[in-house]
C-alpha cells in the first residue's frame, strides 16, 4: 500500500541569480512557465494529490511570494517561513520542521518544473508508491540525462538495483535530481542549529543505507538561465 504524504514544504528562499534578469524583481519561483508561476505549478500538483498544507520558506523578495497567495485562491493552507538570514536548503527546513507533524513529508525545490505523461502516474504517485519507511530516509525522484534535452543535465547520481542511490562528486552518474522528494523528518536529528545544506542529510542518508531513488517517468526541465526558461515555454506553447 502507498504512503500518500499529508504535508509538503517548498524550498523558496535563494536568490535566483543565475536567472537575472528575470528575478531582479521577483525570487526564482515566481517566475512564469507556461503563463504560471513555478510555485503555483508545484501548488497545483499537490493539491491534485490532496496536499492541505504546505510551508514555504522565503527570505529574497519573500513577500512578493506572499502577496501573490493573498490574492490568488489555492486550495491549500500556506504557511510561510520567512528568514532574514539565508538558512540555506537545510536550515531553512529545520526552521519550520514542526509544520510537518512529525511525518515524512514532500520536499520540493521552489523551482521544479516537471511534466507528467498522465494523471493517473504522477510523480508525486510515483513517489508513493515507492516509500518504505523501514528501509528509507529520504527517497529522491530522478530524471534520466538522456531523456534531458530541452534543458542541459548534470549527472548527480548513480541508482543501484535496489535503489539506492551514489552521488556522483565529478557529475558523471547517469541521473539528475529533480529537487522533488520524500524525507523523513529523523534526517534533522543532529543537525546544526542555523545554515546548512539539505544535502548534507543526503549524504549522511546515503551513508547509512538509508538514500533512495526512483526514475521519473515523466519529463522534468531543470530552469537555472534565462536560455532555459525560453526554451521551456518554447516547448510549453508548441505543445498547447
Same mark, same amino acid.
Given at each position: 500500500?502507498?504512503?500518500?504524504?499529508?504535508?509538503?514544504?517548498? /524550498?523558496?528562499? @535563494?536568490? %535566483?541569480?543565475?536567472?537575472?534578469?528575470?528575478?531582479?524583481?521577483?525570487?526564482?519561483? *515566481?517566475?512564469?512557465? =507556461?503563463?504560471?508561476?513555478?510555485?503555483?505549478?508545484?501548488?497545483?500538483?499537490?493539491?491534485?494529490?490532496?496536499?492541505?498544507?504546505?510551508?514555504?520558506?522565503?527570505?529574497?523578495?519573500? =513577500?512578493?511570494?506572499?502577496?501573490?497567495? &493573498?490574492?490568488?485562491?489555492?486550495?491549500?493552507?500556506?504557511?510561510?517561513?520567512?528568514?532574514?538570514? /539565508?538558512? &540555506?536548503? %537545510?536550515? @531553512?527546513?529545520? !526552521?519550520? /520542521?514542526?509544520? *510537518?507533524?512529525?511525518?515524512?513529508?514532500?520536499?520540493?525545490?521552489?523551482?521544479?518544473?516537471?511534466?507528467?505523461?498522465?494523471?493517473?502516474?504522477?510523480?508525486?504517485?510515483?513517489?508513493?508508491?515507492?516509500?518504505?519507511?523501514?528501509?528509507?530516509?529520504?527517497?529522491?525522484?530522478?530524471?534520466?540525462? =538522456?531523456? *534531458?534535452?530541452?534543458?542541459?543535465?548534470?549527472?548527480?547520481?548513480?541508482?543501484?538495483?535496489?535503489?539506492?542511490?551514489?552521488?556522483?562528486?565529478?557529475?558523471?552518474?547517469?541521473?539528475?535530481?529533480?529537487?522533488?522528494?520524500?524525507?523523513?523528518? #529523523?534526517?534533522?536529528?543532529?543537525?546544526?542549529?542555523? +545554515?546548512? $545544506?539539505?544535502?548534507? #542529510?543526503?549524504?549522511?542518508?546515503? &551513508? !547509512?543505507?538509508?538514500?533512495?531513488?526512483? &526514475?521519473?517517468?515523466? *519529463?522534468? =526541465?531543470?530552469?537555472?538561465?534565462?536560455?532555459?526558461?525560453? $526554451?521551456?515555454?518554447?516547448?510549453?506553447?508548441? +505543445?498547447?
Amino acid at each position: 500500500m502507498s504512503y500518500q504524504p499529508e504535508n509538503a514544504f517548498i /524550498l523558496a528562499a @535563494g536568490k %535566483g541569480t543565475r536567472l537575472r534578469p528575470h528575478t531582479n524583481d521577483k525570487p526564482k519561483p *515566481m517566475v512564469a512557465v =507556461h503563463d504560471k508561476p513555478l510555485i503555483e505549478h508545484i501548488i497545483d500538483k499537490l493539491t491534485d494529490e490532496a496536499v492541505r498544507n504546505v510551508t514555504i520558506n522565503t527570505s529574497y523578495l519573500g =513577500h512578493v511570494i506572499e502577496n501573490y497567495f &493573498e490574492t490568488t485562491q489555492p486550495k491549500a493552507t500556506l504557511k510561510f517561513s520567512h528568514e532574514n538570514e /539565508l538558512l &540555506e536548503t %537545510g536550515g @531553512g527546513v529545520k !526552521k519550520a /520542521l514542526d509544520t *510537518m507533524q512529525s511525518k515524512p513529508f514532500y520536499l520540493i525545490n521552489g523551482d521544479a518544473y516537471w511534466i507528467d505523461e498522465t494523471p493517473h502516474n504522477t510523480a508525486l504517485q510515483q513517489l508513493n508508491n515507492i516509500w518504505d519507511a523501514d528501509k528509507m530516509d529520504i527517497l529522491l525522484l530522478l530524471q534520466p540525462i =538522456h531523456k *534531458m534535452s530541452a534543458t542541459m543535465g548534470v549527472g548527480d547520481y548513480s541508482i543501484s538495483d535496489t535503489g539506492r542511490l551514489t552521488r556522483s562528486p565529478n557529475s558523471e552518474g547517469d541521473y539528475m535530481f529533480t529537487g522533488i522528494r520524500i524525507t523523513s523528518p #529523523c534526517v534533522f536529528n543532529n543537525t546544526p542549529d542555523g +545554515a546548512f $545544506s539539505f544535502l548534507e #542529510c543526503m549524504d549522511a542518508a546515503q &551513508e !547509512k543505507g538509508r538514500l533512495y531513488g526512483i &526514475e521519473y517517468q515523466g *519529463m522534468w =526541465h531543470h530552469i537555472s538561465t534565462p536560455d532555459d526558461l525560453d $526554451s521551456v515555454n518554447k516547448l510549453q506553447r508548441a +505543445a498547447a
